[in-house]
Antibody, heavy 121, light 107 residues
Framework: QVHLEESGGGVVQPGRSLRLSCAAS????????MHWVRQAPGKGLEWVAV????????YYADAVKGRFTISRDNSKNTLYLQMNGLRVDDTSVYYC??????????????WGQGTLVTVSS | AIQMTQSPSYLSASVGDRVTINCRAS??????VAWYQQRPGKAPKLLIY???NLQNEAPRRFTGSGSGTDFTLTISSLQPEDLATYYC?????????FGQGTKLEIK
């Protein structure tokens, strides 16, 4: 059973930085692309970023491009999201999620339970 | 970015009803659509991928169809546990984009 556990959320002031982590277990982490998806309180889902299985390809939503960086450490089975220049409208639950197929980038499949990031002065 | 226009935003139906949710893409995205179910307070779950393929653990009453720009999620016989918000996702062109969601209520 795929297990994903996000951490690193909290309350942060506008303009500051935060790094989220996602610890993965019970599957071969290094074979799968990984995504971040967020959900503002009471709102819909918003795809944030994806990194390929080997870390060589990264794609971002327009709203976070240039401010957020997705990365992974396959030796630690861990996914990261470095968030700089945080804005009030970045306030969301951030989910990490696996891709469905090995070695490619496709559908978002398994999701963690999420970590809440609140940007407020 | 590709826009995914999902309809309706809200739907109320009875147990046993057939329910249909639609998504329209702003451009041709082949069959690169997935559907998700998000129950209240929970993380989303993948139901359908590549427009019409049922995810392993998803109940058979869920079916997906469509290609190009128009896609449909159908629940053949609504069950009480289907109370949830449903989202489409296009995974054809970056950045990926979700529909706005359909909140499904059981009468």
């Amino acid at each position: 059973q795929v297990h994903l556990e996000e951490s690193g959320g909290g309350v942060v002031q506008p303009g500051r930085s935060l790094r989220l982590s996602c610890a993965a277990s019970a599957f071969i982490f290094s074979n799968y692309a990984m995504h971040w998806v967020r959900q503002a309180p009471g709102k819909g889902l918003e795809w944030v970023a994806v990194v390929s299985f080997d870390g060589n390809k990264k794609y971002y939503a327009d709203a976070v491009k240039g401010r957020f960086t997705i990365s992974r450490d396959n030796s630690k089975n861990t996914l990261y999201l470095q968030m700089n220049g945080l804005r009030v409208d970045d306030t969301s639950v951030y989910y990490c999620a696996t891709d469905r197929a090995p070695y490619g980038i496709g559908e978002v499949e398994h999701w963690g339970q999420g970590t809440l990031v609140t940007v407020s002065s | 970015a590709i826009q995914m226009t999902q309809s309706p935003s809200y739907l109320s139906a009875s147990v046993g009803d057939r329910v249909t949710i639609n998504c329209r893409a702003s451009q041709d995205i082949r069959s690169d659509v997935a559907w998700y179910q998000q129950r209240p307070g929970k993380a989303p779950k993948l139901l359908i991928y590549s427009a019409s393929n049922l995810q392993n653990e998803a109940p058979r009453r869920f079916t997906g169809s469509g290609s190009g720009t128009d896609f449909t999620l159908t629940i053949s016989s609504l069950q009480p546990e289907d109370l949830a918000t449903y989202y489409c996702l296009q995974d054809d062109i970056y950045p990926y984009t979700f529909g706005q969601g359909t909140k499904l209520e059981i009468k």
